[in-house]
């Protein structure tokens, strides 16, 4: 029983010194280079990028596109972001995701977005349609929306 006593002693000892020691030991060592000051905005541009941010029409809100993954969106994240943005109404919050599909959240129920980011990117650029949206995309990067959206997704491309 003592032998017992003594190992439950240095077992509780080791696991205070790791829950201790290691934090410290895993510590980064000399803090980074701080960067310099950013250099101060001109009125001018300061005053061209708020411009740029106001709704286009007066009678305009701001719009706020919450984009769910079709495959998984975990439920906890979509609805926090949702949620909140929705009852606060200090803009239109639309759902989008990938595909006109409907999209899976983890753990729960599936739901159907209100359009596909390509619709609604062109819906916003004001032209029209996806299939405008991807011309204009061909013309001017020489690939579709979806090719672009292959070429740097995260997940290896894998739908």
Do not use: C
């Not at 310099?36 to 300061?46: F, L």
């Not at 926090?80 to 803009?91: C, T």
């Amino acid at each position: 029983m003592r032998k017992r006593t003594i190992f439950a002693g240095v077992g509780a000892l080791l696991l205070l010194v790791a829950v201790v020691a290691v934090p410290i030991l895993l510590a980064p060592g000399t803090p980074a280079v701080a960067m310099p000051a950013a250099e101060p905005m001109v009125a001018d541009e300061q005053a061209a990028i708020v411009a740029a941010m106001r709704p286009s029409r007066a009678t305009d809100r701001p719009v706020i596109a919450i984009i769910a993954w079709n495959q998984a969106t975990e439920l906890s994240d979509f609805f926090s972001a949702y949620g909140v943005l929705k009852r606060a109404d200090v803009a239109d919050v639309t759902v989008v995701a990938e595909r006109a599909e409907p999209v899976q959240l983890y753990p729960g129920p599936k739901i159907t977005p209100e359009a596909t980011i390509a619709d609604f990117v062109a819906e916003r650029a004001g032209l029209g349609s996806a299939a405008t949206l991807s011309r204009a995309f061909r013309k001017h990067l020489g690939t579709t929306p979806d090719g672009y959206r292959e070429r740097f997704r995260i997940d290896g491309g894998s739908r």
